[in-house]
């Protein structure tokens, strides 16, 4: 029997988010022990350093990973992001951020960008990975 795919997820969040993202992450940390993980490099750092987590580490957001991120997306390798902006605070790569935003759009790629969203997706995604899926409830022939 064929083992379900994990859910693949890309988690950023800027400075002034990153204490909610750990938050957020935390509690749903047994379901995200079981996604396939990627992050922004300092976002990144902090779920592996203070959660334990597994995460391919990209570049920071300024010096370019959100386009890797918006890259790999486009690739069909991200299947749900969860991108706690700071709405409140200029970036210097503010059009990095725009074009990761649009390619969820231009994928239809669940994009979260705050957290009651954030928990939408997360709970649902969780939902949905503990169901049995329909290979396993297939009765035998
Ligand atoms: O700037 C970011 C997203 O735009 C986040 O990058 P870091 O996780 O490296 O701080």
Not at 41 to 56: D, F, N, Q, S
Not at 84 to 92: G, H, V
Not at 104 to 123: M, R, Y
Request: hydrophobic share 40%; with cysteine; aromatic share 2%.
């Amino acid at each position: 029997m064929s083992q379900p795919t994990k859910p693949r997820l890309a988690l950023i969040a800027h400075d002034k988010k990153k204490d909610d993202m750990i938050v957020l992450a935390a509690e749903y940390i047994d379901f995200l022990r079981g996604c396939q993980l990627m992050a922004t490099g300092t976002t990144g750092a902090r779920l592996i350093k203070e959660l334990g987590l597994a995460v391919e580490r990209k570049q920071s957001g300024p010096f370019g990973g959100d386009l890797q991120i918006g890259a790999a997306l486009v690739e069909g390798q991200v299947d749900a992001v969860v991108f706690l902006r700071d709405p409140m605070t200029p970036q210097p790569h503010e059009p990095d951020i725009n074009a990761l935003v649009r390619a969820c759009d231009v994928h239809n790629v669940a994009c979260a960008t705050n957290l009651s969203t954030a928990h939408l997706l997360l709970s649902q995604l969780r939902l949905a990975a503990a169901q049995p899926t329909s290979e396993s409830t297939r009765s035998p022939a």
